[in-house]
């Protein structure tokens, strides 16, 4: 029996010796430093991101505008109403309109029987020229007959006088017949070349005839223009989209465009959101990286929790510089605008005038070294990476970086493929916090 209570003694002090030394062992496990996250530096390809902001557009955005004046007496749309091509926006009294319609086109009328009596005018004068030109060749034909026969009575009178075969009354009668008839002749000349003049009266004929045609052609255009006028009274939507502003109001009356040197009144304004796309700038050392058709990602504060797919569609050609003005330096900022399409469901919720941020998934780099974000740290101001060696020490060094996505980064300088480096997750210095992107 006291051999139990020996062994049991024994047993207990042992227990608790071995107790003692697990919790020493312990609690130096828990005054160790925990060994650091690292990752190795490889090689392979990078996709490069580009980073930009810009600001949501829609497809088009329309000013409607009334170039008709008066009374406005139909204005069924309001702000956020949906407008169909071809929709009647707006309507202006028209009865102005409507009599300077009626004006012309009784001016136009009126030219055109105008136009129907200086015609049939110049087809008579025409023909009375024709007529009179005959009959004057006619009567000058006769008249040089007779006096060519008066002179050959005369000379045959005057020989037979001479010979004392015919009396003196009867060669004196003739003549006279002959003066008489060479009166007559020259009448029948002037008369001819009389007709010179009502040649001119012809031609002059024809002439306002070209000018009444011209005149039934400028109220063929009054007409119009009063057509269009009228025309001008009923404004219709030029596109789909929705109602962005309204600046009349019913019953107000506007001026007409002939005496309004914008072109008329602004209506409303139509927003075509049937695109959407982001007008975004990019930063010169990153526009070479970007091409149209790279794939993009958007995000706006208006639109918290969501990621919208877009398109780079269109790269300006040109840069804008962008100067700004400090007390005592000038930085100038060169940019390059991209317009950005967003694709896929709930694009509509991206309003025009937010603000995005746009990520642009741009090249790819072949066979480069990359590291992840959270290796790099800034010291004094210079890139750093701390390289675990194969003895398990850590070693500062300085590196040079190229490009970056969200989670690598180019090193161009400074490591080789196959090497440790430490991750720095949490440290305030790591160009993975915010304010080091």
């Known amino acids: 029996m006291k051999k139990f209570w020996i062994i049991l003694v024994i047993l207990i002090l042992a227990g608790g010796a071995y107790g003692a ?14 060994p650091p996250h690292t990752a190795i530096v490889k090689r392979g390809t990078l996709s490069v991101h580009v980073y930009a902001t810009g600001n949501v557009q829609a497809n088009r955005t329309v000013d409607i505008k009334c170039q008709a004046g008066g009374e406005i007496t139909s204005l069924p749309f309001q702000i956020g109403d949906t407008v169909k091509k071809g929709e009647v926006v707006l309507q202006v ?19 055109e029987l105008t136009l129907q009596s200086a015609q049939v005018n110049y087809q008579i004068a025409k023909e009375n020229l024709i007529t009179t030109r005959q009959t004057d060749e006619a009567n000058l ?14 000379q045959r009178d005057a020989t037979l006088l ?3 075969l015919a009396p003196q009354q009867t060669y004196d009668n003739d003549k006279t017949t002959l003066v008489r008839d060479q009166q007559s002749l020259r009448l029948a000349e002037v008369q001819l070349m009389q007709l010179k003049t009502q040649a001119l009266q012809v031609k002059l004929q ?24 009228l025309g001008y009274c009923t404004v219709t939507a030029p596109i789909n989209g929705a109602v962005a502003n309204v600046d009349v109001q019913q019953g107000q009356v506007i001026a007409s465009a002939t005496t309004n040197v914008g072109g008329g009144t602004t209506v409303m304004t139509l927003v075509d959101t049937s695109h959407i796309y982001i007008n975004a700038t990019i930063n010169e050392s990153d526009i070479n990286h970007v091409k149209i058709g790279d794939v993009s990602q958007i995000t706006a504060a208006g639109a918290p929790g969501l990621v919208f797919p877009g398109r780079v569609v269109l790269m300006a050609p040109e840069s804008i510089q962008d100067q700004t003005s400090g007390s005592t330096s000038t930085s100038n900022i060169v940019t390059f605008q991209a317009k950005i399409e967003v694709l896929g469901k709930n694009k509509e919720m991206l309003k025009p005038g937010m603000t995005a941020n746009v990520t642009i998934f741009a090249d790819k780099l072949p066979d480069v070294l990359y590291i992840p974000l959270q290796a790099v740290v800034i010291r004094h101001h210079e890139d750093t990476v701390t390289v675990v060696t194969p003895d398990g020490k850590e070693v500062s060094k300085g590196v040079t970086l190229g490009q970056r996505n969200d989670t690598d980064w180019q090193v ?3 490591l080789k493929a196959g090497q440790k480096v430490v991750l720095h997750l949490g440290d305030l210095s790591s160009m993975w916090t915010p304010g080091h992107h």
Not at 141 to 154: E, G, H, T
């Open 93 to 111: 009294d028209p009865t102005l309109e409507e009599q300077a319609l009626a004006i012309a086109q009784q001016n136009l009328q009126q030219a």
């Open 412 to 414: 161009v300088a400074g």
């Open 206 to 229: 024809k002439l306002n005839v070209h000018l009444d045609r011209v005149a039934v052609l400028i109220q063929h255009a009054n007409l119009k223009n009063a057509q269009t006028n």
């Open 162 to 164: 001479q010979e004392k």
């Open 141 to 154: 034909l006769s008249a040089q007959a007779q006096v060519k026969n008066d002179q050959l009575n005369v």
């Open 21 to 34: 030394y697990k919790y020493h062992m312990a609690a130096a496990d828990a005054n160790k430093p925990a």
